[in-house]
């Protein structure tokens, strides 16, 4: 069995930095004081040079360093065959189960070294390999960022009970298996009436071998494209302030969990540089840090566009702009929202 490694700063950690009327004049100040490189350097290269930025990024794979995906290709436990799975950080799965391939990477934030799994989205052969994952690693919050179905084609299978489809569901692989069980779901309700995003919480319990369980918080964001991006209003920010009071790590995916997946860790690192009192680091820098971890994250210059921007209004709603930065940041928008629609 591995072990979760603890967060090395609980108390920064477990913080939300969710309600601006909270925080003192000194923190507000020390927070300021984080985000003003970054806030020029966004405002001064624009959403045109992000995008060449990005651009300038370019994808790769390669498979000298993903040796167990390549072994577990013929077993059909990858989803894309071009979208591989890094050897360093890959998460393994432990006693007793029969194998210890998933598709799978633990990625680090500034405050805690195992902060997510970023995964591919569970096939029906990987189910029970997700959900022994899960239990292995403690894993107490999911975010899924696609839907079943996107566009006539199959991006997930069906691997929890919902409201609609109630039923406990059993997963099986050899002699093992695990139950999922239905406890509630919810609309999420966001604090900000601007928020549009439709999100489903979910609470299951989990069960498998050697008396291993764990109660998990399912985020279902049913309303975000594929290859695309969503509104960008503070609605992933207060997701991840619900989710990083999380004792293991926080596993996401989308379909190829690359994409989708990849930008909401990228906002979580801005933020916890921010919880940590540190300046932020050049974006760029960032996402070559997490693609260390999780080859290819962020698929799409709407994707990084995003990512910014959703630091940028959520930088002006907690009223940490100066008034002469405003402006600046009324034209970005105008252009962003002409690039992204």
């Not at 309600?19 to 003003?36: F, L, P, R, Y």
């Not at 370019?58 to 990858?78: L, V």
């Not at 406890?183 to 489903?200: L, P, Q, T, W």
Request: net charge positive; with cysteine; hydrophobic share 35%.
């Amino acid at each position: 069995m591995s072990i979760h490694k603890r967060s090395r700063n609980n108390n920064a950690s477990s913080k939300t930095v969710n309600d601006n009327e909270a925080m003192t004049t000194g923190e507000k100040k020390a927070m300021k004081k984080c985000i003003v490189k970054f806030v020029a350097r966004v405002l001064e290269k624009g959403p045109t040079g992000l995008r060449a930025e990005f651009q300038s990024m370019k994808r790769s794979n390669d498979f000298e360093k993903m040796k167990a995906f390549k072994e577990a290709q013929e077993a059909g436990k990858n989803r894309y065959k071009d979208v591989g799975c890094l050897d360093n950080s890959r998460v393994k799965l432990g006693s007793p189960w029969p194998h210890e391939y998933i598709h799978g990477n633990y990625v680090s934030t500034p405050l805690n070294p195992k902060r997510f799994i970023c995964t591919q989205a569970p096939l029906e052969k990987t189910c029970a390999d997700f959900w022994f994952m899960c239990l292995q690693e403690h894993v107490e919050t999911i975010f899924m960022l696609c839907n079943f179905m996107e566009k006539g084609t199959k991006k997930c299978h069906e691997y929890f009970p919902t409201k609609d489809k109630p039923e406990t569901l059993t997963f099986e692989e050899g002699s093992h298996k695990i139950t999922v069980r239905f406890e509630s779901s919810r609309v999420v309700k966001f604090k900000g009436r601007d928020i549009k995003a439709k999100v489903v919480e979910t609470i299951l319990s989990v069960e498998g071998p050697n008396d291993m369980s764990v109660k998990t918080t399912h985020y279902h964001w049913i309303d975000w494209p594929d290859r695309g991006v969503p509104p960008a209003d503070l609605a992933i920010i207060d997701l991840l302030a619900k989710a990083r009071v999380s004792k293991g790590p926080i596993a996401v995916h989308c379909s190829a969990g690359i994409g989708r997946t990849g930008s909401v860790v990228m906002i979580e690192y801005v933020m916890e540089q921010i919880l940590g009192n540190q300046p932020i680091e050049d974006t760029d820098k960032i996402l070559l840090k997490i693609r260390e971890q999780r080859n290819n994250s962020v698929q799409t210059d709407h994707q990084y566009l995003f990512v910014h921007q959703v630091l940028m209004n959520y930088f002006r709603q907690r009223k940490l702009l100066d008034a002469n930065v405003e402006g600046h940041h009324d034209d970005f928008t105008k252009t962003y929202l002409k690039m992204v629609i």
